[in-house]
């Protein structure tokens, strides 16, 4: 699985000294989460609130009576192999994960390019049936101007989409029979946050031009590539303690992009 093969590839870069970087500061917020390690790199990622409160084990923090589990001071090596697998704890691990990752993105390891949009990394001359996992704004704009192109937006509740854009709607139960179809697949960060990225990835076909994007796909992407993703679309954090500042506040993506975060694009171009 993705989550568990890059830690086991951050513990091999890292090795002892993960027991020395620490969460400085964390802010749970309602849209993302943010991290400042004692490194003082940041990472972010979805928060998803509804996994949360909707956690069935009840072994989730808020759930218990048990003391709580203090993040402030704890190490990255705790984070990720003590924690459980809870939503509230899985997205800890993510955003720590986003942090530590920030020093191994360069281009003697990866084929990078900044700020730009991943659209522009694959082949849209050969794209004929699109499947976006989680309605993009940008991409759905984009998306409309293009003629000949069958577009399928999957979401969980169709209110996601408004006007002219609900004629997209795909529901979240039709993933398994829509994404094999598409030669074009585009892959919400969020599904690695509630847990169905692994599964998405796999009813993707082989030949199909996939892109994961978002916030918390910002990550080391041996693992996606592996899984022929394409382009792995994230963001690095160049703002930390405003980044926090912003995030508890209740702030979204739209505002971090206003100075505290770049976008990343990274190819798979081995």
Known sequence: MILPETISIIEGLYGESLRRITIERIVIGIFFTGVKLSNGCGGVSYTPVSEIHEDVSRKSPIFTKDRPVMLKGMSAHEVLDGLNDTPMHTTVKLVVLNALSTLFFNRERYFIIEDGDALDSINLDITKR???????????????????????????RKESLTGDDARYFVPASAAQSIIPLC?????????IANGTIDELLNY?????????????????????FRRNVNVVSGVTVTKPDEALDMLSEGVGAYHLFKGCVKKMNVLDRI
Not at 135 to 154: D, G, H, T, Y
Not at 209 to 219: D, E, H, K, N, R
């Open 183 to 191: 030669d074009t697949v585009i892959i919400t960060g969020a599904s």
């Open 204 to 224: 993707t076909r082989p030949n199909a031009q996939v892109i994961v994007t978002g916030p918390t796909a910002s990550f080391l992407p041996d693992a996606f």
């Open 130 to 156: 699109v499947c976006m996992v989680g309605a993009f704004p940008p991409f759905l704009e984009k998306f409309r101007k293009i003629n000949n192109i069958e577009l399928n937006v999957i979401e969980r």
